[in-house]
């Protein structure tokens, strides 16, 4: 095999490898590492060094006996999944965490909480449909772009 040949030769097979390379779907920019796509249970020891650590948060504030924030659980799991390294979801059982809940003068549930680069910004309090908290992310997104 001549120095050509084996020239050409090494030339096809890094050609092969970057095609191969570019038919690969691109992986998902995480703007927000603490995002896996679920909602994370918070605690009054968890709350504040988690919230600290994340650019957008939003945090369920709710009761095991509370009707609406049971109907709110399967909506933050879908926007968890939906928003997934770009928005943390966490929740706080407001009768097990009574420092936290104290806090955020919590008086009502369900109440969700945004925080945004470790700092409290707004609420939504009772429950909301799946629009409401959506449209919110998305302003919050947005914001953070700009």
Request: aromatic share 8%.
């Amino acid at each position: 095999m001549s120095e050509d040949d084996e020239l050409a030769a090494i030339r096809r097979r890094k050609m092969q490898m970057l095609m191969e390379r570019a038919r690969q779907p691109p992986k998902p920019q995480v703007e927000e590492p603490l995002a896996n796509g679920q909602v994370n249970v918070l605690t009054d020891a968890t709350f504040w060094p988690t919230i600290q650590k994340t650019k957008i948060a939003l945090v369920d504030f709710f009761g095991e006996w509370c009707g609406p924030c049971k109907a709110l659980a399967p909506i933050m799991v879908e926007l968890a999944k939906k928003y997934a390294g770009k928005v943390f979801f966490g929740k706080i059982d407001i009768d097990r965490n009574p420092r936290t809940t104290a806090q955020f003068r919590v008086q009502s549930v369900p109440i969700v909480h945004v925080f945004q680069n470790g700092r409290p910004t707004r609420s939504i309090l009772g429950l909301r449909p799946y629009s409401d908290y959506e449209a919110l992310i998305q302003l919050l997104l947005k914001e953070r772009e700009q």
